[in-house]
């Protein structure tokens, strides 16, 4: 297996500016799907969530919404050895409103 750069995907620069452009974007996909989901309690899945643009701001719109009182869950899955601070803090952001789980892993 190739070697994945986890230095320069760690790197503040990259993650909390980079890799967080398209966070609204993601966000806004994921909000108009659960607006289709039927469950209960809905669990989405984020892939390479970077620094967490998107988490952040599908919390936002979660609390502000009110998200029809059903809880919503969030896996986000990140390279080993990737880390952001301010992915940790959506983390934080998003558990006020749903539940919200790192895990590592390359898929």
């Excluded at 990737?82 to 898929?107: M, P, R, W, Y």
Aim: proline share 5%; aromatic share 6%.
């Amino acid at each position: 297996m190739a070697a994945f750069a986890t230095e320069r995907k760690s790197d503040p620069r990259y993650l909390d500016v980079a890799a967080n452009t398209h966070g609204e974007e993601k966000a806004s996909f994921v909000l108009r799907a659960l607006g289709q989901v039927e469950s209960q309690r809905p669990h989405v899945v984020e892939i390479g969530p970077g620094g967490g643009a998107a988490v952040n701001f599908l919390a936002a719109r979660l609390r502000e919404r009110h998200w029809e009182g059903l809880p919503v869950d969030l896996t986000l899955i990140e390279v080993p050895g990737v880390a952001s601070h301010a992915l940790s803090q959506a983390i934080d952001k998003f558990n006020e409103v749903g539940t919200c789980e790192l895990t590592h892993g390359f898929v």
